[in-house]
């Protein structure tokens, strides 16, 4: 079979900021909450929305996210992107994490335990 | 920014490139249970130049041959009966195909004219990538 999509070979990882809700609708995974105002961030799941490049414009994209691979179809460039990602926690997430932990000796304990 | 369901995934090229990529999360299409039984049967998929036809077992186990001399076999698996993924895995062959290789990717269904009647997938390995919309037969 030949391509369908131009693939943009040289697509190699995204790193992705999510915002609240586990990363997306409860995380797709349950978003599970380690804490109250703390959620867990995942990716996982079936996002849609637009690809923005610097003078070239938007494209409606479809991704698809699964434990840390991820394909996105960017139909109207015919461009197609399948690679690895990382999720960059917001600062106020890291801060709100760094808090609980001081206050919480035994959500420290289970902080090192898990790490 | 919304309180949930939004990302910002930034994708940074070896040439360079950056792309900003904002999502919003598709809870229906995803938050559902597929099974392989979904999956069974013969599908197709057609652009300029190719065609290609797919025939899924209700094991997960497929085959794939396209217009250009290319076949596909492999296996798909659901990582997780509640939620719309599929994991792939594959080895496209052929004495005049120039894309030889093992592949891995994954795949959605979709709903278009009926439920479960669309596939959308994408696979890649170090040296080439496809996308496909393949459409039940």
Same mark, same amino acid.
């Given at each position: ?12 990882? !995204? ?20 804490? *109250?105002?703390?959620?867990? $961030?995942? !990716? ?18 479809? !991704? ?10 960017? !139909? ?5 992107? $399948? ?6 926690? *917001?600062?106020?997430? $890291? ?12 959500? $420290? ?7 | 920014?919304?309180?949930?369901? #939004?990302?910002?995934? #930034? ?28 999956? /069974?049967?013969?599908?197709? =998929?057609?652009? @300029? ?7 899924? +077992?209700? +094991? =997960? @186990?497929? /085959?794939?041959?396209? @217009? ?15 939620? %719309? ?5 594959? #080895?496209?062959?052929?004495? %005049?195909? @120039?894309?030889?290789? #093992?592949?891995?990717?994954? /795949? ?13 997938? =994408?696979?890649?390995? %170090?040296?080439? =990538? ?8």
């Amino acid at each position: 079979m030949t391509i369908i999509f131009r693939f943009t070979i040289y697509i190699l990882m !995204a790193t992705l900021v999510a915002c609240g809700g586990g990363g997306g609708g409860g995380g797709g995974g349950g978003g599970s909450v380690t804490s *109250p105002g703390v959620q867990s $961030q995942n !990716a996982n799941g079936i996002w849609t929305g637009m690809t923005s490049v610097a003078g070239s414009g938007y494209s409606e994209t479809l !991704a698809f996210f699964n434990d840390g691979e991820f394909v996105a179809i960017n !139909a109207y460039w015919d461009e197609f992107y $399948q690679g690895n990602y990382t999720i960059m926690v *917001p600062p106020s997430v $890291q801060q709100a994490l760094r808090h609980m932990l001081l206050m919480d000796p035994m959500k $420290q304990m289970e902080a090192l335990r898990a790490s | 920014m919304s309180s949930e369901g #939004t990302l910002r995934a #930034t994708v940074e090229g070896s040439l360079g490139t950056t792309l900003d990529v904002d999502l919003v999360y598709e809870t229906a299409a995803y938050e559902r249970s597929i099974s392989l039984a979904d999956l /069974a049967g013969s599908w197709s =998929g057609s652009v @300029s130049g190719l065609s290609f036809a797919i025939i899924i +077992s209700p +094991s =997960g @186990s497929f /085959a794939a041959s396209g @217009s250009d001399g290319c076949s596909v076999a492999g296996e798909l698996t659901i990582p997780q009966l509640d939620r %719309n993924m599929i994991k792939g895995d594959l #080895t496209i062959s052929g004495f %005049n195909c @120039s894309v030889n290789g #093992t592949y891995r990717g994954l /795949a959605i269904l979709a709903n278009n004219l009926q439920a479960n009647d669309t596939l959308f997938i =994408g696979y890649s390995n %170090n040296n080439y =990538g496809f996308a496909y919309q393949a459409d039940r037969n």
